[in-house]
T-cell receptor, first 115, second 114 residues
Framework: GNSVTQMEGPVTLSEEAFLTINCTYT??????LFWYVQYPGEGLQLLLK?????DKGSNKGFEATYRKETTSFHLEKGSVQVSDSAVYFC??????????????FGKGTLLTVNP | EAGVTQSPTHLIKTRGQQATLRCSPI?????VYWYQQALGLGLQFLLW???????NRGNFPPRFSGRQFPNYSSELNVNALELEDSALYLC?????????????FGPGTRLTVT
């Protein structure tokens, strides 16, 4: 089956610190990989995605590179802000040609950025 | 462009009752997905509808059911509510089938079962 493992946190950083949230996956088939963010009291927003090996997804200063050899999709940001405080979810979807387009999520990582 | 909308925002029910949650996808999106976000359990896939048909369901009992209407909006029904059904229910829509299509999420319906 498909699964996603991400560091559970919580992660607490000071403003302008470097962020890494690790994410590894197992998948039957060739997955597309996603990072979603959930701000307090809100639904999920797509942060970035990558659909094939070595692709780099980027948005709002966040980056993640699809590493097929290590089955990883780690999220990084060079300088976090207080407004980045949220829960981050790594997810995958496998286009197996059948009826399996659901997203499989990791458990989420709570990030708190202090001023 | 309007995003995915869900109603109601909050729903409080008593154990044994039925709950109905509604979702309107982004205009032009034909696929609707339902997820449950329960405390301690993370986000779990519930149901997927496309073009009015149920295409896939997650590991949930049959008392979780739903449908998709001709205008692609969707309804999730939970019968015989149990306390552990308390969760945030998220609806998402996508423009087509395929794992590479982005799913856009609504703000969710918070269901509380007492």
């Amino acid at each position: 089956g498909n699964s996603v493992t991400q560091m559970e946190g919580p992660v607490t950083l000071s403003e302008e610190a470097f962020l890494t949230i690790n994410c590894t996956y197992t998948a039957t088939g060739y997955p597309s990989l996603f990072w979603y963010v959930q701000y307090p009291g809100e639904g999920l927003q797509l942060l970035l995605k990558a659909t094939k090996a070595d692709d780099k997804g980027s948005n709002k200063g966040f980056e993640a590179t699809y590493r097929k050899e290590t089955t990883s999709f780690h999220l990084e940001k060079g300088s976090v802000q207080v407004s980045d405080s949220a829960v981050y979810f790594c997810a995958l979807s496998v286009d197996s040609g059948g009826s399996n387009y659901k997203l499989t999520f990791g458990k989420g990582t709570l990030l708190t950025v202090n001023p | 462009e309007a995003g995915v909308t869900q109603s109601p925002t909050h729903l409080i029910k008593t154990r044994g009752q039925q709950a109905t949650l509604r979702c309107s996808p982004i205009s032009g999106h034909t696929s609707v997905y339902w997820y449950q976000q329960a405390l301690g359990l993370g986000l779990q896939f519930l149901l997927w509808y496309d073009e009015g048909e149920e295409r896939n369901r997650g590991n949930f009992p049959p008392r979780f059911s739903g449908r998709q209407f001709p205008n692609y909006s969707s309804e999730l029904n939970v019968n015989a509510l149990e306390l552990e059904d308390s969760a945030l229910y998220l609806c998402a829509s996508s423009v087509g089938q395929g794992g590479f299509y982005e799913q856009y999420f609504g703000p969710g319906t918070r269901l509380t079962v007492t």
